[in-house]
């Protein structure tokens, strides 16, 4: 099929973007896609949102909140959209879980949720948490990540020597959002749990730990443990 030089694209089709999976008692936002017989897309503001289920509610702007449930329900959300005379729906299956709160997580060095960037070896201090701890001589840093969604008390393990960094830089983050960096001296307080504070995730907490070089920088283990705010 061809188009006449200067005339719109028809309507094809539209999707609904967003999370498959809500907690229970937070927010969700979706958005709508429209596509184009020419293989062109862009979002659009739906008319209307919709939704099947009594444990949640969309809005006009595509803001789902869940309420609270007994175990994980289903939730079928619906768009409609117009353009150029042409109507289009879609459907889009979500589950709203039951969320139970993890009282604590401990992520050791070498553990499936870490990760690392630069040359860590397994190092030779004393009273490591576990088998373990590693340390690296160079630039890098090195990456624990939890799924947790609420507040939780943070702390942090190392083990120390005379040629530890005395100023390590460490970061706490809510996904890709920034939500504290501290310092510490390595050189002290090692071979203990060592608490960073209390920090309010929402899905993914992660704890990177930084190696600046010309000093040796421990990671070893890190500590999540359910909480209260102040």
């Not at 909140?65 to 619906?78: L, N, Q």
């Not at 401990?106 to 190092?123: A, F, H, K, L, M």
């Not at 942090?156 to 005395?166: D, F, G």
Request: glycine fraction near 8%.
């Amino acid at each position: 099929m061809s188009f006449i030089a200067g005339e719109a694209p028809d309507l094809d089709r539209i999707e609904i973007e967003g999370p498959v999976n809500v907690d229970e008692n937070t927010d969700a936002n979706y958005n709508c896609r429209a596509y184009y017989t020419d293989g062109s897309n862009q979002l659009v503001e739906p008319d209307p949102w919709s939704e099947d289920s009594s444990f949640a509610a969309i809005s006009t702007t595509g803001l789902l909140t869940a309420s609270e449930v007994t175990s994980d329900e289903p939730c079928e959300i619906s768009a409609s959209y117009t353009e150029g005379g042409i109507t289009k729906t879609a459907t889009y299956d979500i589950t709203i879980r039951d969320f139970v709160p993890v009282s604590e997580v401990i992520i050791d060095n070498g553990d499936p949720e870490t990760s690392s960037v630069g040359s860590w070896y397994p190092s030779g201090g004393v009273n490591p948490y576990g088998e373990n701890s590693l340390f690296c001589k160079y630039s890098g840093n090195y990456t624990y990540e939890a799924s947790l969604s609420g507040p939780y008390e943070v702390s942090l393990y190392w083990t120390q020597t005379a040629i530890r960094c005395t100023s390590v830089e460490v970061e706490i983050f809510d996904g890709d959002s920034l939500l504290d960096t501290q310092l510490i001296n390595q050189r002290e307080d090692g071979g203990q749990w060592n608490v960073f504070g209390i920090y309010d995730f929402s899905g993914t907490a992660k704890v990177n730990i930084i190696s600046q070089g010309g000093c040796s920088t421990s990671a070893d283990a890190v500590s999540f443990v359910s909480a209260t705010l102040p």
